[in-house]
């Protein structure tokens, strides 16, 4: 944003006399004439200089509202786009063209739904678009409403021509079973603390590298870095999409030996498994030492 010239003007007089005190030179403003020759000159350099400041102010304002109407150039755009989506229950939000450009007619931050957003390109006119909301601290899906708005949301204000399918699915689930070998000193907490460890990193996980890979060594790192923790045997682990059963899973680890080095969720995000006998309570070996 552009200066005054008065502001310009201050920040010029302040640095003269700043520099001159730094050779020894001492120069009181405060003693100037309104015709004193250095201070006419300093403000008009200040009124140069606001002015410019102003001409960028009105050139950036060209340039975003060029950007705000620029067909979809990246996924980063897409992505951003999404992000941007409002939804209210009870105030339907609609896109409209103004000046040109696809938005609502209101802004309303608080409306913004969309916390994780992914854009893969499967086909030259197909684009796959996961997202997800944050609920109590937690990524979760969509539902049916929003989802559906935010169907919507994309097709109107993204490229034409191109099928735009915006996804939203319960979290993918992860069987992790393990030999722990701890620290007896621990055992008071290592069961509860390792189930935490493992539960907040797949969120982390989910968080920062929204529809990424799970991998095994950085698992067996992060168990292995938990106080009290000696080492860590993974003997079984395999992932599922939601939807499917438990035993359609995609194995990981089979008998302590690597099948798939990394896996990626297909909802773009992963919890621990919640089957009945098949939980981190259920499938975590504790061994004290």
């Not at 680890?253 to 919640?274: F, H």
Request: glycine fraction near 4%.
């Amino acid at each position: 944003m552009a200066r005054s010239v008065d502001e310009i003007n201050n920040y010029m007089v302040n640095a003269l006399v700043t520099n001159f005190a730094s050779i020894g030179i001492t120069i009181d403003p405060t003693l100037w004439s309104k015709r004193n020759m250095l201070r006419m000159f300093i403000y008009c350099i200040a009124i140069g200089q606001a002015l410019l400041e102003q001409l960028m102010d009105v050139f950036m304002a060209a340039v975003e509202s060029q950007v705000a109407i620029a067909a979809a150039a990246s996924a980063l755009w897409i992505q951003s786009k999404m992000f941007q989506f409002q939804y209210s229950g009870t105030n339907p939000q609609f896109v409209s063209l103004i000046n040109d450009a696809p938005q609502y007619s209101v802004i309303d931050p608080t409306l913004r739904i969309i916390t994780a957003c992914s854009v893969t390109s499967t086909a030259s006119s197909d684009v796959t678009v996961k997202v997800a909301k944050t609920v109590n601290g937690i990524l979760t899906a969509l539902a049916p409403l929003e989802l559906s708005a935010a169907q919507g949301y994309a097709t109107t204000i993204f490229t034409a021509g191109i099928e735009y399918d915006v996804q939203s699915n319960n979290p993918d689930q992860i069987y992790i079973q393990a030999d722990l070998y701890f620290q007896g000193q621990y055992s008071a907490t290592i069961q509860a603390t390792t189930i935490a460890a493992i539960t907040n990193w797949l969120q982390q996980q989910s968080v920062t590298n929204f529809d990424g890979k799970t991998k095994m060594s950085a698992l067996e790192d992060l168990i292995s870095s938990i106080p009290g923790m000696n080492d860590v045997v993974l003997k079984n682990v395999q992932a599922r999409k939601d939807a499917d059963l438990f035993t359609a899973g995609i194995i990981l680890i089979s008998n302590e030996q690597v099948v798939l080095r990394q896996y990626i969720s297909d909802a773009g995000y992963i919890i621990p498994e919640t089957t009945v006998g098949k939980t981190l309570i259920d499938s975590l070996n504790f061994i004290s030492e």
